[in-house]
């Protein structure tokens, strides 16, 4: 396996007293798209926050490209080079396009020779987003308003991306040009977690695959090995 960019190792994470993470482990290796599945509930956006340094474990590790990152503040693992696009787009919406990207524009870890995020790259990425640039983010389209959470996110120039269901409420055609910017993506060596319910959308553009269900990691394949095994998805996904 490539070198680990993000480990989670032994992770028990709680809101209160309810004991969400029960010992989740998992590695995204560099250069690569781990996909994470499972139901509503399951714990996925909590495995985002405990990466981001949102929601401090109780126990176990997160190590970024092998460097010990846990329990450190948010905007110490965001200068470490990870950039979160969270559930639910959460733009600024009383400020415009622009505003939205340059309030996150960080110089980062652009890699060597590669171009780093600007607005202006963003704006090449996604040609709507451009033709909007002045108006007010709160006027955007869902699936315009994604895809500024997604530039959002490389305007900080990160190594690691995670994207917690960028797909979720979008129309299909939309999805497709969503999933097709992150592939994209991944080609130009970012290492990516992608959150999603879906295992269709998941399964083509992704090199790994985690599913937890009830808080635990029920598999860790590789996604062509899951695809070959036909491993009875439904027991840990519900019917699709
Ligand atoms: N802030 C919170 N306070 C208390 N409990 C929470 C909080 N956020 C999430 N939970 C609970 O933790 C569990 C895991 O939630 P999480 O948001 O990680 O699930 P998820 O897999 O992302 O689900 P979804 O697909 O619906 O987004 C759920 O039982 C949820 O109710
Ligand atoms: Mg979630």
């Known amino acids: 396996m490539a070198n680990s960019a993000l480990t989670l190792s032994e992770i028990d994470a709680f809101y209160g007293d309810s004991h969400v993470l029960q010992?989740?482990?998992?590695?995204?290796?560099?250069?690569?798209?781990?996909g994470l599945l499972g139901r509503n509930g399951a714990g996925k956006t909590t495995c985002m926050n405990v990466s981001v340094g949102l929601l401090p474990p109780r126990s176990g590790s997160v190590e970024l490209f092998g460097a010990?990152?846990?329990?450190?503040?948010?905007?110490?693992?965001?200068?470490?080079?990870?950039?979160?696009?969270?559930?639910?787009?959460?733009?600024?919406?009383?400020?415009?396009?622009?505003?939205n990207l340059m309030v996150a524009a960080?110089?980062?870890?652009?890699?060597?020779?590669?171009?780093?995020?600007?607005?202006?790259?963003?704006?090449?990425m996604f040609p709507r987003l451009a033709e909007r640039r002045q108006q007010m983010a709160g006027y955007l389209s869902g699936g315009e308003q994604q895809m500024l959470a997604i530039g959002r996110a490389l305007m900080?120039?990160?190594?690691?991306?995670?994207?917690?269901?960028?797909s979720e409420g979008l129309a299909p055609q939309i999805v497709a040009e969503v999933m097709a910017t992150i592939r994209k993506l991944k080609e130009s060596g970012l290492s990516i977690v992608l959150?999603?319910?879906?295992?269709?959308?998941?399964?083509?553009?992704a090199d790994d695959i985690v599913i937890l269900n009830?808080?635990?990691?029920?598999v860790v394949s590789t996604a062509a090995a899951l695809k070959q095994d036909?491993?009875?998805l439904r027991q840990h996904l519900g019917v699709f």
């Open 23 to 34: 010992r989740v482990s998992f590695q995204l290796g560099e250069g690569r798209l781990l």
């Open 195 to 205: 959150v999603e319910q879906s295992p269709k959308l998941v399964f083509d553009i």
């Open 68 to 99: 010990p990152v846990t329990k450190l503040p948010p905007e110490s693992i965001a200068a470490r080079g990870v950039a979160l696009v969270p559930q639910g787009r959460r733009v600024f919406k009383s400020l415009t396009v622009r505003e």
């Open 214 to 218: 009830s808080g635990r990691v029920a």
């Open 156 to 166: 900080a120039n990160p190594r690691v991306l995670l994207m917690d269901e960028p």
């Open 106 to 124: 960080r110089v980062g870890f652009a890699g060597h020779g590669q171009i780093p995020w600007t607005a202006e790259t963003v704006f090449a």
């Open 230 to 232: 036909g491993v009875d």
